[in-house]
């Protein structure tokens, strides 16, 4: 038993700081050598909702938060701009702006991710072709998330504004590039670049070259002259100007996703982690194949470590997770506070026959179902509230366990080890079912904040704060495993009724919104 | 049989009265319907209202039940609710002393391990969540009996079998451990459960000062104890806790109270 991580390393420098710049708030959070929190801040900016199914963000406010987080952390960590190595960005992907390269101003707020305005846009750039049109070169599908025909639509819609960009006045950027851009001087010399993570979520980049794609930005309508260069996750792309940390070099950049498995040291093929908040999203190592899904799944850029080799990663996202044991608290009743769902489950012995699909807007991967709605199947009058909250918290593994599916039959990768972050990792029950279900280890690490170590530890390696990925694994620790118990005869039945069940959500809206 | 007190008797019928049917009554409704004076009637509403157990529509001048009632009835801590809270605390308890963290609460005589961060280190190591402690020996069981008197009445009922040889099993050392552990805030466990394995734990308590559950710190003796000075353990021992330790685990505790409502720390 080795006593390496005492207490002495706390507090001593030198140190990287992390900008995670997320949907609800921004935050700062500066890590030691060892991977450690030595100093958090973090401050909301106001959602906008403009229309039913539209929201936005204020750039501006923004980028104001984020000057004042950082200047906060660093006032906590209770040190100065010499002791900061790099500085690291990670960033909610998809989000989408433009802006006045002269004046540094916004033309519009940004457009988030959630937004579903450019839904009838996405399906006439399908054409006859439909929603896989561009899949082959982007890895992804039309869809309303993702960054290029958001900009297309600001485009459209905000009047002057082609002109303007087809004369190059106007930049475009995912969050991560309005983050670098004004920080390495805005309009006095910024940096307009964005890394390969959040270039691979715009629809516009060909995951194949790295590049954009001349065809689908002329297809598309966007013009290529005011998208930023793609450059690497981990590598300088220009010194601080200005603020708390004048002069330290911005040295990495990831997608909010792709930071987590990153900082859960996801490093090999087959490594997978998963995020458990209100839906989940979980990734795996594919080493330095863009794996095709054939059975719904995103393809995606994992992460590039300077002239390295691109790491390539499936996605996987799960709707409804956490969402259904708040809906159990705030629309059943059933529970007052979401961790007395375990209580409420642990009561009895297993589901009482009952299985729950939360399909509430469709069903997501591998199914694509977006005719389904949700079911609540197998109900005997034996059932009782605690067999329904066992269900609910067994919906989130069974939905784990189709999506490992789905990325082992399109990688031919068995899925090792899971490795889980996010609020939902303190219940207890779900991890061990987790495992159950799965018939894999599952793996907590002791450091929670698991996006912003990963744009840390990205930072940290472009500048030689640490020397390689090794490094970063051996500062990795586990603070809790569960290991698979349940039978395979058991597993096996409770995986054929869970699909049993799915196929019941299916087809239930006959037409359009009925 | 001994007699009941009847003003507890007549408060009792009070409560039910106002819980049944129409929600809010009148001074004479009430004394008229337990057959009581409006003066006694009114003697025990006055009480029942500085309890906060009814209220008084300030309009009406009529009484129903109060928000204490509702209180009393949610005020039991769900543990789930406690492992939550206390998760990024207890990381950060392992993270920094280098050790198992433990999170135990009282359960039928015992302690229950509610949740378990693994020493931050790579060697194998098992989930201990669900399992049960002993309350006499560990440190869990001492802070729970020293500021819990349910754990108190359920250890001194229940045996206490010497686990080596250095559990204290006698009433007299038992009990005068349990009030250095209340003057100093902290419980030791020295090779007292578990040869070679030391721990030392803190209370977390409620917004009433209600110590719901313990915090732990738990290794190998020589790395949890101090080889300089006398020992914290009565016989000597194998030396001080370590002083840096204690407060890591009684900061970490007190981060987790003020989690849970208790304003004092």
Request: net charge negative; hydrophobic share 40%; proline share 4%.
């Amino acid at each position: 038993m080795s006593d390496n991580t005492g207490t002495s390393s706390h507090g001593t420098g030198p140190f990287i700081a992390a900008i995670d710049q997320g949907t609800t708030s921004s935050r700062c959070i500066v890590f030691d050598r060892d991977g450690r929190i030595v100093a958090v801040d973090q401050k909301e900016h106001e959602q906008i909702f403009p229309k039913p199914g539209w929201v936005e963000h204020n750039a501006a406010e923004i980028w104001t938060n984020v000057q004042e987080v950082v200047a906060g952390a660093i006032e906590k960590a209770g040190i100065t701009r010499d002791d900061v190595k790099a500085i690291g960005i990670t960033n909610q992907r998809e989000t989408t702006l433009l802006w006045d390269k002269n004046t540094g101003e916004p033309v519009h707020n940004a457009i988030v991710w959630q937004d579903t305005r450019t839904d009838a846009l996405t399906r006439e750039l399908g054409r006859n072709v439909g929603a896989d049109r561009w899949r082959r070169e982007t890895g992804l599908p039309l869809s309303t998330y993702f960054a290029g025909p958001k900009a297309r639509w600001l485009l459209d819609n905000v009047e002057g504004l082609r002109e303007r960009a087809e004369r190059g006045d106007i930049l475009f950027g995912t969050m991560d590039t309005w983050t670098i851009w004004n920080l390495t001087g805005g309009t006095n010399g910024g940096a307009h670049v964005t890394d390969v993570t959040n270039a691979s979520r715009t629809m516009l980049m060909n995951l194949h070259t790295m590049e954009w794609d001349e065809r689908i930005c002329e297809s598309m309508g966007v013009p290529s002259v005011m998208l930023p260069e793609i450059r690497s996750s981990a590598e300088v792309y220009g010194n601080a100007k200005g603020g708390a940390l004048d002069g330290v070099p911005v040295a990495s950049a990831l997608g909010d996703q792709q930071a987590a498995l990153f900082g859960q040291c996801c490093f090999t093929e087959g490594d997978a982690k998963s995020t458990y908040g209100t839906g989940t999203f979980m990734l795996m190592n594919t080493a330095g194949k863009p794996v095709n899904s054939y059975n719904g799944l995103l393809t995606t850029v994992g992460y590039r470590i300077g002239d390295e080799p691109v790491v390539y990663a499936l996605e996987g996202s799960i709707a409804v997770t956490g969402a259904l044991v708040q809906w159990m608290r705030d629309q059943m009743g059933l529970i007052k506070t979401a961790p007395e769902i375990e209580t409420l489950a642990s009561s009895v012995e297993d589901n009482g026959g009952a299985y729950f699909v939360p399909a509430f807007s469709g069903l997501f991967a591998p199914h694509w179902a977006p005719d389904a709605r949700g079911v609540i199947a197998g109900l005997t009058g034996y059932v009782t509230k605690a067999h329904i909250a066992r269900a609910v918290l067994e919906a989130t593994a069974w939905q784990t366990r189709e999506i490992s599916d789905a990325m082992t039959k399109d990688s031919g990768v068995e899925l090792t080890t899971l490795k889980v972050d996010g609020g939902m990792t303190a219940n207890n029950l779900l991890m061990q079912t987790l495992a159950d279900v799965l018939d894999s280890p599952v793996v907590r690490p002791l450091v929670a904040e698991t996006t912003a170590l990963g744009a840390a530890y990205a930072a940290g390696l472009a500048v030689g704060f640490w020397p390689d990925t090794d490094a970063l694994r051996a500062n990795w620790r586990r603070a809790a495993e569960w290991t698979p118990q349940m039978e395979s005869g058991i597993r096996d039945r409770e995986y054929k009724n869970w699909l049993k069940a799915v196929e019941r959500t299916k087809g239930w809206l006959e037409d359009d919104g009925s | 049989m001994a007699k009941n007190i009847q003003s507890l008797e007549r408060a009792a019928a009070m409560l039910r009265l106002l819980a049944g049917g129409e929600r809010r009554l009148g001074l004479s409704d009430i004394a008229s319907s337990l057959g009581l004076a409006k003066g006694t009637a009114h003697g025990i509403l006055r009480t029942l209202q500085a309890e906060g157990f009814v209220e008084q529509d300030a309009l009406s001048g009529r009484y129903q039940l109060g928000a204490e009632l509702l209180r009393l009835g949610n005020s039991y801590l769900d543990v789930h609710e406690l492992r939550a809270r206390a998760l990024v605390w207890t990381d950060d308890l392992a993270r920094s002393s280098g050790e198992s963290v433990h999170l135990g609460v009282l359960h039928q005589g015992g302690v229950l391990v509610v949740h378990h961060v693994f020493r931050p280190d790579d060697s194998r190591q098992v989930l201990e969540v669900g399992a049960m402690q002993p309350l006499y020996s560990t440190a869990l069981g001492k802070v729970l009996c020293a500021f819990d008197p349910v754990a108190h009445s359920d250890a001194l009922e229940a045996e206490r079998r010497p686990l080596t040889p250095h559990t204290v099993t006698l009433p007299e050392r038992f009990e005068a451990e349990l009030s250095a552990v209340r003057e100093k805030g902290w419980a030791s466990d020295v090779e007292e459960t578990w040869q070679g394995v030391a721990a030392v734990a803190a209370p977390i308590r409620d917004r009433h000062g209600m110590a719901v559950g313990a915090i732990a710190a738990t290794g190998a003796t020589e790395r949890i104890c101090d080889p300089e000075g006398a020992g914290d353990r009565g016989d000597g021992g194998p030396g001080r806790i370590r002083t840096d330790l204690v407060a890591a685990v009684r900061d970490c505790a007190r981060a987790v109270s003020r989690d849970i409502g208790n304003g004092r720390f």
